[in-house]
Nanobody, 124 residues
Framework: QVQLVESGGGSVQAGGSLRLSCAAS????????MAWFRQAPGKERDFVGS????????DYADSVKGRFTISRDNAKNTVYLQMNSLKPEDSAVYYC?????????????????WGQGTQVTVSS
């Protein structure tokens, strides 16, 4: 059973960048498909992107394509979300999620393990 801890959130002006990290422990990290979701106040938790355990193939929501990049370092048991050209509408709590031996999926219900979230605030 894997535990996930996000870090790297904060406040930034529009156009800026942030890199989020999600450190995993207690499981075989390399066998988990990892994903990032985000949730703004009063809204549903939305898919941001994922990285497959098998071949590190990535998938992104249309709203972040070309601006966000997901990567993973299996030696460090960590997945990253590099966020560039940030917009105020990117403001949300960002969550890391894991799915054991999973195919990449956009539905939150697919992922059985979640971190506690990290706040990202983008000001105009």
């Amino acid at each position: 059973q894997v535990q996930l801890v996000e870090s790297g959130g904060g406040s930034v002006q529009a156009g800026g960048s942030l890199r989020l990290s999600c450190a995993a422990s207690g499981g075989i990290f390399s066998r988990y498909t990892m994903a990032w979701f985000r949730q703004a106040p009063g809204k549903e938790r939305d898919f941001v992107g994922s990285i497959n355990w098998r071949d590190a193939e990535t998938d992104y929501a249309d709203s972040v394509k070309g601006r966000f990049t997901i990567s993973r370092d299996n030696a460090k048991n960590t997945v990253y979300l590099q966020m560039n050209s940030l917009k105020p509408e990117d403001s949300a709590v960002y969550y890391c999620a894991a799915d054991w031996l999973g195919a990449s999926a956009t539905e939150a219900a697919t992922y059985g393990y979640w971190g506690q979230g990290t706040q990202v605030t983008v000001s105009s």
